[in-house]
């Protein structure tokens, strides 16, 4: 690694979402580029957010930790200005990178908003950032995936202490990828790890990891069971606490797919169902993304729980292929 206290700016890498519901069409245009699906799957999409209006909550949530960052980051000494740049829709990564060159920032430390390892949720981010870097003189180096960092599993234990039962179904879920996509990747090894060490916290054994959200061809196989196909087969009078895992604040995947789709389905079927929060701005989620910054800045001590110990700091080549 070069010098461990040369970085000099934080860059906080997130998937992005619209606000308006004239934004959506061209935000959604931005996320199926270069893929192979249908308009008229996409027009499907674009009618959850207009669900909420066209708005989604992930670009507040975002701010909000960048809010807690700043005095995080305060608290602990950690002198680095945040920017915020986005995959899909404003404020762009290009536009950030672009910001950050004239601000004088020559090397950033990035922190993507996703835990678990897979070409969607680790080696596209990379992509994006040395895309959108172009040829400006600006190194960016990803900090590690953080599946099992105590700061994010224990304040997912937190999240589901506050609403699990000892009676309760504990059902964690992630964003399904193709099957392809996860045998060239971590990401199910790592889901399930956190998985493990969540419900082991919990002290709750009655628990069981689901998929949602997939999007493609129904011929092309995707990680299941789909949390909707998982709550019909449980069927009527059970109680069950649904918790995003997969996700660190509301997308809309969690706010139409868990909180409406879902719970129609527990509606329909006689099922309890309350839904975990995510880790969003938990104060130990907050200091995790400190302790990851200062490994980088300072050689601190890497942390990890369970059995599989912490990821690399830098991708090997031949990571997370597509």
């Not at 986005?86 to 990035?110: C, F, I, Q, Y």
């Not at 937190?158 to 060239?184: D, G, N, W, Y």
């Amino acid at each position: 690694m070069d010098d461990p206290k040369s970085y000099d700016a934080l860059l906080l890498v997130s998937f992005g979402g619209p606000e308006r519901r004239e934004d959506v069409i061209p935000f959604l245009e931005n996320v199926l580029r270069g893929r192979n699906v249908p308009r008229e799957r996409m027009l499907a999409v674009a009618e959850h957010y207009y669900h909420f209006d066209g708005k989604t909550p992930i670009n507040e949530q975002n701010r909000a930790l960048i809010s807690a960052l700043t005095n995080e980051f305060a608290a602990r000494g950690i002198r680095m200005p945040i920017y915020w740049g986005n995959r899909n829709w404003h404020p762009m990564l290009a536009d950030t990178l672009g910001k950050m060159s004239e601000d004088g920032v020559t090397r950033a430390l990035a922190f993507v908003t996703s835990a678990f390892s897979s070409y969607s949720g680790c080696r596209q981010y990379r992509e994006n950032i040395e895309l959108a870097r172009g040829s400006q003189d600006i190194q960016i180096d990803k900090l590690r995936v953080f599946y099992n960092h105590p700061g994010f599993i224990e304040a997912m234990v937190e999240r589901c202490r506050e609403v699990l039962k000892t009676s309760a179904h504990l059902i964690f879920t992630a964003h399904s990828i193709p099957f392809s996509m996860a045998q060239t990747s971590c990401y199910q090894a790592q889901l399930e790890e956190a998985c493990r060490l969540v419900a082991g916290q919990l002290g709750h054994s009655n628990w069981r990891l689901v998929y949602q959200s997939r999007s493609g061809s129904p011929a092309q196989p995707w990680l299941g069971p789909d949390i909707g196909d998982y709550l019909k087969e449980l069927g009527a009078g059970r109680e069950v606490v649904i918790a995003p895992i997969g996700f660190l604040s509301d997308h809309m995947e969690v706010i139409y797919d868990l909180d409406t789709e879902a719970r129609q389905i527990c509606d329909s079927l006689g099922i309890k169902m309350v839904r975990a929060a995510t880790v969003g701005v938990h104060p130990k989620f907050v200091a995790m993304i400190g302790d990851l910054v200062l490994e980088r800045i300072e050689g601190g001590p890497r942390l990890a729980l369970g059995e599989l110990g912490p990821s690399h700091d830098v991708c090997p080549a031949d990571c997370c292929p597509r």
